[in-house]
């Protein structure tokens, strides 16, 4: 599949500060994007995630929005704390073959809140 | 505790020594997976199953084989490993529920092929 583009590879941000990091696609069919976050040793687990009749999802201090006209969608971290502190990938579901579907993740942005 | 368990967690192995990686989901989820993660390419979809004897190629399938005899386990096979398999290998599992799909990572096997 085509791959997703996301920005920056690393952020850092003072603790309160708000952290925003960007993917962009360009695969027209993908109708559903979500947000994972790692932690050091674990696997990824969903955060947060949109679907693209939807323009804005929040939940709590996180909040993703979609622009599917320019094809990219945004994770919004706002009031940062230090167990933040991960890295957050972003994906998009695409169809495989008949009845199926994939995913193609972002390549991963190392967040980190300095205390 | 609902999870996807993964075996083994480490392994060191040689080219060409066949080995499989077990995963197993207690969740009865129809929808498996299997990724790699490598420094500065993210996660990368090798197999995944829709379900029972349903399995397809993601975007790295090369070098891999998957099988989905019953619905909780999915076990990734390298028939003849090589040193750029070397990688985190992530399963997962996923259900569908309101339109989110809530994947649930397995905690990772990391393969070193000397």
């Known amino acids: 599949g085509e791959n997703v583009e996301q920005h920056p590879s690393t952020l850092s941000v003072q603790e309160g500060d708000s952290a925003v990091i960007k993917c962009t696609y360009s695969?027209?069919?993908?109708?559903?994007f979500p947000w994972y976050k790692q932690e050091l040793g674990k696997g990824p687990q969903l955060i947060i995630d949109?679907?693209?009749?939807?323009g804005e999802k929040k939940d709590q201090r996180i909040a993703v929005t979609l622009n599917k006209t320019a094809k990219h969608f945004s994770l919004h971290i706002t009031e940062t704390q230090p167990e933040d502190s991960a890295v957050y990938f972003c994906?998009?579901?695409?169809?495989?073959?008949?009845?199926?579907?994939?995913?193609?993740f972002g390549t991963g942005t190392r967040l980190k809140v300095l205390a | 505790e609902a999870q996807v368990t993964q075996n083994p967690r480490y392994l060191i192995t040689v080219t060409g020594k066949k080995l499989t990686v077990t995963c197993s989901q207690n969740?009865?989820?129809?929808?498996m997976s299997w990724y790699r993660q490598d420094p500065g390419l993210g996660l990368r979809q090798i197999y995944y199953s829709m379900n029972v004897e349903v399995t397809d190629k993601g975007d790295v399938p090369e070098g891999y084989k998957v099988s989905r005899k019953e619905k909780r386990n999915f076990p990734l096979i390298l028939e003849s490993p090589s040193p750029n398999q070397t990688s985190l290998y992530f399963c997962a599992s996923i259900i569908r529920e309101g339109g989110t799909d809530t994947q649930y990572f397995g905690p990772g096997t990391r393969l070193t092929v000397l």
């Open positions: 695969d027209s069919a993908s109708n559903y």
């Open positions: 949109i679907r693209s009749n939807v």
């Open positions: 969740m009865n989820h129809e929808y």
């Open positions: 994906a998009r579901r695409e169809l495989g073959g008949p009845g199926t579907y994939k995913y193609i």
